[in-house]
């Protein structure tokens, strides 16, 4: 963006500590040459997230012909800096958080901001996008000029991305404190809780799995008020371990292989298991989100308690959160020129930890 009006392209940049930069470009419009960067200041003193993990955005918030500043912060909350001064001169005497009925207005955990009217009613809309790559719509429910905003929708896709299911690592509460600890597999194929030295244990051994493409599922498949775990291998077949404790780490009972009637269960390969009541029957089904957009349904036969299956169903994939990965980077732009506006955003993929760029393009009945 073009920072101080001398029709040169500059750079605003925020780093993780919560400062906010400017990045003043000395050299042309074609050839940009930066010069040192420099803390934007708010009402005299520099300017620094609450929470850290400044993400900005530019735009012209209040239609003054200025450009202002959004920041997303580390809980998720937005913070405006509009400019009080001029074109050349931008000033800032204030940072301001964005409210929905007097609660800050939150874009989900290091949200990451952008400006647009999605809808195209003329209006200006808040999108952000959260470390774990959901993105959170914002739509103006006041005016161009004096945006409000009365709650957010998820976005979603038809036959989205479910990459964000396919982890090696998971996020889960196994002891009730109200804070949430990643399970991982490592390169050696041990399964641990992240900070934690030893591996989970299972059958009285370490957990070690010996195979590269794991996949985890947390629910409490016995009703007794402990945290199970399922993980699916990549060849489709899936184990279910018992956990003995609501403490952290888990302790697991050895691993069971599931059984489809007499045979072993496969939800096909490189797939996610997950636990739902899939026909409404107070059951738990077991789902299997397969690579090829489809999704391997094995309905209860037994009891809630003590799950039972015996064949399946597929369908396609249903309409789903758009999610591919975290750590995600935000934009907004007409990507194949229909007058509509689409989502491109980047995010390091769980599976690989390798960057991915997924396009959304808006459908006529999305803008609806």
Request: aromatic share 8%.
């Amino acid at each position: 963006m073009d920072y101080n009006a001398d029709g040169k392209k500059d750079m605003i940049v925020g780093d993780t500590d919560g400062y906010l930069f400017v990045l003043i470009n000395v050299g042309t419009d074609a050839s940009p040459v930066f010069n040192k960067p420099e803390k934007i200041k708010v009402a005299g003193k520099v300017f620094k997230c609450q929470k850290d993990r400044a993400k900005p955005a530019v735009a012209d918030w209040n239609n003054d012909g200025l450009n202002d500043i959004l920041v997303g912060e580390e809980r998720g909350t937005v913070v405006l800096l509009i400019n009080t001064g001029t074109q050349k001169v931008p000033k800032y005497d204030s940072a301001e958080k964005l409210m929905i009925a007097e609660k800050p207005l939150n874009g989900g955990l290091r949200a990451d901001v952008m400006v647009a009217d999605l809808n195209a009613d003329g209006k200006k809309d808040l999108i952000c996008a959260d470390e774990w790559a959901k993105i959170n719509y914002f739509q103006n429910v006041g005016t161009d000029a004096a945006p409000q905003f009365d709650k957010s929708v998820i976005l979603r896709a038809k036959g989205g991305p479910i990459e964000y299911k396919m982890g090696i690592s998971i996020r889960e509460d196994f002891d009730g404190d109200g804070r949430s600890a990643s399970i991982r597999q490592n390169n050696l194929g041990a399964v641990k809780l992240y900070g934690q030295q030893n591996p989970i244990q299972a059958g009285g051994r370490d957990l070690i799995i010996a195979d590269s493409k794991v996949r985890f599922c947390v629910s409490d498949l016995n009703n007794d008020d402990k945290k199970d775990m399922l993980y699916a291998k990549e060849d489709g077949t899936v184990y279910l371990l018992i956990n003995t404790t609501d403490q952290e780490p888990p302790v697991f009972e050895k691993e069971i292989l599931l059984k489809d009637g007499d045979k072993i269960l496969n939800g096909g390969p490189q797939m996610v298991p997950a636990i739902e009541d899939r026909n409404n029957d107070g059951k738990k089904d077991l789902v299997c989100y397969k690579t090829d957009d489809k999704i391997r349904i094995f309905l209860n036969q037994g009891t809630d308690m003590k799950p039972v299956f015996n064949g399946y169903t597929e369908e396609a994939v249903p309409e789903s959160e758009i999610c591919g990965g975290f750590r995600s980077r935000l934009t907004v732009v007409d990507y194949n020129n229909d007058g509509m506006l689409d989502i491109i955003y980047g995010v390091e993929s769980y599976m690989d930890h390798k960057g991915r760029v997924y396009v959304y393009m808006q459908t006529k009945e999305a803008e609806k």
